[in-house]
């Protein structure tokens, strides 16, 4: 076997270990997806409200990140400029992360492990924006040199910054939550904790 063999088995290998993780992440993220839609809590919220479990905050990030590192590996690969584009959107991400949290983290119900969450329309505009930035990625970056490549490299890197911030200040204000809660016998519709 030569050179150029081995590593296109390797690169297969590769593949087929992205192509299983990514399945992983999928099926969790659709079981936990389904379980909190299915909890009898939702039938007691207000309109624009709805109970996630909490696993689904841990899970997302992870899948996040898997999906855009395949979507930017031959950039990221392709040079130092890329990886500092990267690092730059995780960082500007990570504030986006933060305030969605806050904006959209209304409660717990710690005993079912769920995490009660505003609906927003935001989530709809950064889902579109992940799309469209999927699809020019595909189409506008033939040369990885130019600088809407590397902007749309920041920008993809930016949706990981905020899903992991995202995901760590819905866990850290869910605990809190749950803390108060339980000093104080609270039920679900207590005040939030500062």
């Known amino acids: 076997m030569n050179n150029a063999q081995t590593e296109s088995a390797a690169v297969q290998d590769a593949n087929i270990v992205v192509a299983l993780v990514v399945l992983a992440l999928f099926v969790a993220v659709i079981v936990l997806v389904r379980r909190g839609r299915r909890d009898p809590v939702n039938n007691e919220l207000p309109r624009g409200q709805r109970a996630r479990p909490i696993a689904l905050e ?16 031959a950039e990221l690969t392709s040079g130092w400029a890329h990886v500092m584009a990267a690092i730059i959107g995780v960082i500007l991400g990570a504030p986006i992360g933060y305030v969605r949290a806050r904006t959209m983290f209304v409660g717990a119900v710690p005993e079912r492990n769920l995490v009660i969450m505003r609906r927003s329309g935001l989530e709809y505009v950064l889902l579109a924006f992940l799309l469209g930035v999927n699809i020019a990625s595909h189409y506008l970056t033939a040369d990885t040199t130019s600088v809407f490549s ?8 930016l949706l990981v910054g905020e899903a992991f911030v995202r995901s760590a200040s819905m866990t850290v204000r869910y605990r809190r939550w749950s803390a108060s809660a339980a000093r104080r016998g609270a039920t679900e519709d207590s005040q939030q904790p500062s």
Do not use: F, N, Y
């Not at 841990?58 to 590996?73: G, N, T």
């Not at 590397?150 to 890197?157: E, F, P, R, S, V």
């Open 58 to 73: 841990w899970v997302e990030p992870w899948l996040d990140l898997v999906v855009v590192v395949v979507v930017l590996w």
């Open 150 to 157: 590397l902007i749309l490299t920041a920008l993809i890197a």
